[in-house]
């Protein structure tokens, strides 16, 4: 899944203005902190395909599970998913 610069940007002033709210952290530099939470949240969704990707390839492997969006397929994939999380300890 590909998101968008524009997305990423709406997400980390989500996230900073939810979490100088509620008091939850401090920051002096806004503009760090947006950075890094942007980088962060740009991380994550990278991560988050490159574990898609090696998913689907498993699941192409699977005469069962040929057919995306089925139920057999759905269960495999959450299955893997979680299995591909697990290994990388995320």
């Not at 939470?37 to 699977?62: G, P, Q």
């Amino acid at each position: 899944m590909h998101i968008s610069e524009d997305r990423i940007s709406h997400l980390a002033h989500l996230i900073l203005e939810r979490l100088w709210r509620d008091d939850l952290a401090d920051y002096s530099d806004e503009a760090r902190t947006l950075e890094a939470l942007k980088n962060s949240i740009t991380s994550y969704f990278a991560v988050a395909e490159e574990i898609d990707e090696t998913v689907r390839k498993k699941l192409a492997s699977y005469a069962q599970a040929k057919v995306p969006g089925s139920r057999e397929w759905e269960i495999l994939y959450q299955k893997f998913y979680q299995e591909e999380m697990a290994r990388r300890k995320w």
